[in-house]
C-alpha cells in the first residue's frame, strides 16, 4: 500500500529538510515522522522516504537496518528491545532476554496477540556501564535484575 506524509507531518519533514544544507541529511529526522505516522518502516516508507530525499531506496535501507531505532516490521504499543551484546552479556543479558521472552510468551521479532508487547534482541545500546539493560519505546531501564525486569512488564500489563 503507497505511503504519504500526512499534511501536518509533510510540513514537519519540511521543517526538518529545511534545517540541513543537503536534503539527503534529514533522513533520520525524515524516517522518525514516519515511523511515528506508519508505525513502522515499510517498503513504502522507504520508497516515499527516498523519493522527498532525492536519494535511492538502498541509501534508505541502510539507515534503516543499521540503527535500531527503525522498526522494519509492525511492533506493539511497547516495544521492547533487551540488549545482549557483550557487557549486557556478561552482566546476564540472555537471562534477562529468556525472563521478557517466557513473560510475554512471543519470540524475537514477535507481537503478543493483543497487539501491546513486541519483543527484539538488540546490539549494544550504548549503556554498557548500566548493563544489562533494555528498552521500552524510548525508555531506558538499567543494571536491571530478575525482579526488577519483572515488575517493568507487571507496570506495563498493569497500565492497560
Ligand atoms: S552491551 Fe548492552 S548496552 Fe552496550
Avoid: W
Avoid at 516495544?79 to 552479556?89: K, L
Avoid at 538488540?122 to 556501564?129: L, P, R
Amino acid at each position: 500500500m503507497e505511503f504519504k506524509f500526512t499534511e501536518d507531518n509533510f510540513k514537519r519533514v519540511e521543517e526538518s529538510i529545511s534545517k540541513y544544507p543537503h536534503k539527503r541529511a534529514a533522513i533520520m529526522p525524515v524516517l522518525y515522522i514516519a515511523q511515528e505516522q506508519n508505525g513502522f518502516i515499510s517498503g513504502e516508507v522507504m520508497l516515499e522516504v527516498a523519493k522527498i530525499l532525492e536519494i535511492t531506496p538502498e541509501d534508505v535501507l541502510g539507515v534503516v537496518t543499521f540503527y535500531t531505532m527503525y522498526h522494519q516490521h509492525p511492533v506493539g504499543k511497547y516495544h521492547i528491545q533487551v540488549c545482549t551484546n557483550i557487557s549486557c552479556m556478561l552482566k546476564g543479558g540472555y537471562e534477562i532476554y529468556r525472563r521478557v521472552k517466557n513473560k510475554l510468551g512471543i519470540d524475537n521479532m514477535q507481537v503478543t496477540p493483543d497487539s501491546l508487547f513486541s519483543l527484539e534482541e538488540v546490539e549494544c545500546m550504548g549503556s554498557c556501564g548500566t548493563a544489562p539493560m533494555l528498552a521500552v519505546n524510548e525508555d531506558y531501564y538499567e543494571n536491571l535484575t530478575n525482579e526488577s525486569t519483572d515488575q517493568i512488564i507487571e507496570s506495563l500489563k498493569n497500565n492497560n
